[in-house]
């Protein structure tokens, strides 16, 4: 370290006070809340809460949604990566836009927008009724509102990394004789599979935690389609907040877990300027 | 191996990257496909490998159309011009990839690569990785990891020209002595007239996806088929003019009664080119009849050689090059008043 880095004005000292100040209100002091709330009756308190029917049933599904929605946005993710980065087509711009939409527009407005498709009165809704498939209300909805916010963080992901290597690499691999399955696995997956596990990453944490666009689809019918946030809202709305606290701790160690996995994967993904040789 | 190419059309929307394209390559030749960006040759050595698709013509290897084959089944060996090495794997690994696709024996595989690591000099470096090595080893690991499963050509697309000054001179020369080990047939791309002339058998010269002239360095050299291909070689003057009554005659009453290197052209509008080496300047005092009276306005001198910038009459600047001794010897300065004559000039229609 320099011994620039080491002599702080007051202005600086000043700057890291106000940083420490804001993250320890907003974040660390919440975070403890939490916890403390949490363990507010003690482990067995919290483990009873945790152990709950209703709760366990939430938990279950928020893990079921999970796995639909990763392996789809994965598979999904890679493919639309490779799909904008490798070739020219018309419209490639709108795929781009459209590969983003998820990320910049209200989850809320993501849940409507799969209520007017399959609601009663929406465009797709009499011939579902029609033939008895519940969509909106159950778990298909829940699915579908999660694969949509969750749908560009892999390919989100992987475009830039595709687009600085270039598909040189590829080419090599075809010209010593790769057949497809062999280019895949030996040369373009491996080249990106620290930035696969990323996106990955990304998309489980959101998944467990959406609340707004499955607030919207679920139709809040304790026990059947209740997820573990939305569960977590119905506890704290009926005064129940030890209960919804302990609840919360599950999320607070998912996203504690996804936090360090994130910075074993970070620290070995491609840094800095892009890799072009 | 030979190959042919016949009437190769390829277009990226109207613009034309190969505009009906014939070659030969003959069983181990080494050609370089010499031209500026954008003219063509790049296009048609992916499109030897197959890594590009085309509009209309055929391929064949050996007389074996090759036209519809993927890729992966012409057993070509490709080295890019970033050298395109699989960063995850190791040297070795590298090397020994066209090995381990058609998965032969591990004994074999370790043989071999070993073999090609000593044919580029690399043997102690099996355990590295790319981005351990500098650029001229890469393409070095590039060059035995194209070699590893004996292809029956080897197609390079400005291997060159990523390198500093000296490793590309010496790889170019290594790369001349390997050829001319293991003949495999070679073609190589490059913008570099230096390289192409240095290094290859027949230097084929592209133009806006069009061929403008094949053959040997020194006949290219010496006969240039077109003001684009003379322009192209470097260090050359062009002037428009027309050819009248056996005389070359260009603005401001400029004439030049020799007679050209190369074929003469009809009675017409005419480019006359000097090579800068070819303006030969004397003292104004000395001047012949049919001299042309110009004014030094430069004198850039690097070592041995000087380059002359020189103003004519009518206002237009020629570039002459002279050696040191008869720089010393003119003894000229900028403003100073001289005379050039033509030692050889080239003519073609305009």
């Known amino acids: ?277 | 191996m030979s190959i042919e190419v016949s009437g190769l059309v390829r277009r990226f929307g109207s613009h034309p990257a190969l505009d009906n394209v014939s070659l030969h390559v003959g069983d181990g030749e080494l050609v370089a496909l010499l031209g500026p960006s954008g003219s063509g040759k790049t296009t048609l050595l992916r499109a030897i490998a197959g890594l590009e698709p085309l509009d209309a013509g055929r391929v064949t290897y050996d007389g074996v159309d090759v036209t519809d084959a993927p890729a992966r089944m012409r057993g070509v060996g490709f080295v890019f011009q970033h050298y395109a090495l699989f960063g995850h794997l190791d040297v070795h690994e590298n090397v020994a990839f066209a090995l381990r696709v058609r998965k032969r024996p591990d004994a074999e595989v370790r043989a071999r690569v070993a073999e090609l690591l000593d044919l580029v000099q690399l043997g102690g470096f099996a355990d590295r990785y790319p981005d351990q090595l500098s650029g001229g080893q890469r393409q070095r690991v590039a060059l035995a990891r194209a070699l590893a499963a004996e292809p029956r050509v080897l197609l390079l697309d400005e291997p060159f020209s990523a390198l500093d000054a000296q490793v590309r001179k010496d790889l170019r020369r290594w790369l001349r002595s390997l050829h001319d080990r293991i003949r495999t047939t070679c073609l190589f791309v490059t913008h570099d007239q230096e390289e192409a002339f240095e290094l290859a058998d027949r230097v084929v010269v592209f133009h806006k996806g069009r061929i403008e002239q094949d053959g040997p360095p020194r006949q290219v050299w010496r006969q240039p088929s077109s003001a684009f291909v003379l322009q192209f070689l470097g260090h050359v003057n062009l002037m428009s003019g027309e050819r009248r009554g056996g005389q070359w005659v260009g603005p401001g009453d400029l004439r030049w009664l020799g007679a050209p290197q190369g074929p003469d052209v009809a009675e017409g509008p005419a480019v006359l080119g000097v090579r800068h080496r070819d303006l030969a300047v004397r003292l104004s005092a000395q001047a012949g009849p049919t001299d042309w009276p110009v004014t030094v306005e430069r004198i850039a001198t690097s070592g041995w050689r000087s380059e002359l910038q020189l103003r004519l009459t009518n206002g237009e600047l020629l570039t002459a090059e002279v050696s040191g001794d008869e720089l010393d010897e003119l003894a000229l300065r900028t403003g100073d008043a001289a005379a050039v004559w033509v030692r050889h000039g080239y003519l073609f229609a305009a």
């Open chain 1, 1 to 277: 370290m320099s011994a620039q880095q080491q002599r702080m004005g007051v202005a600086a000292w000043i700057a890291v006070a106000l940083a420490a100040a804001i993250l320890g209100l907003l974040i660390a002091a919440p975070m403890a809340m939490v916890v403390g709330q949490a363990f507010s009756k003690g482990l067995g308190g919290w483990w009873q809460a945790v152990t709950d029917e209703e709760t366990l049933r939430a938990l279950r599904l928020t893990a079921v949604v999970a796995l639909v929605a990763v392996p789809i946005n994965t598979l999904g993710g890679l493919a639309a990566a490779w799909w904008i980065a490798r070739f020219r087509f018309p419209g490639r711009r709108l795929a781009v836009a459209l590969l983003d939409l998820p990320l910049s527009v209200s989850p809320v407005v993501a849940g409507l927008l799969f209520v007017l498709l399959f609601g009663t009165q929406g465009w797709w809704g009499q011939w579902l009724q029609a033939r008895d498939i519940k969509v909106l209300f159950a778990v298909p909805g829940i699915a579908l509102a999660t694969l949509f916010v969750t749908l560009p963080m892999v390919a989100r992901e992987l475009l830039p990394l595709l687009q600085s290597q270039g598909s040189d690499a590829d080419w090599a691999a075809v010209t010593l004789g790769a057949s497809g399955r062999q280019l895949f696995w030996w040369v373009v997956f491996p080249r990106m599979r620290w930035a696969v596990l990323y996106g990955v990453l990304l998309t489980a944490a959101r998944a467990l935690g959406e609340f707004g666009a499955v607030s919207v689809v679920s139709g809040h019918i304790r026990g059947e389609t209740n997820t573990l946030p939305l569960h977590i809202e119905v506890l704290y709305a009926e005064y129940h907040s030890q209960q919804a606290f302990a609840a919360s701790s599950l999320l607070v160690l998912a996203g504690l877990l996804a936090l360090v996995v994130r910075r074993v994967v970070a620290a070995r993904l491609p840094k800095g300027a892009p890799h072009v040789h």
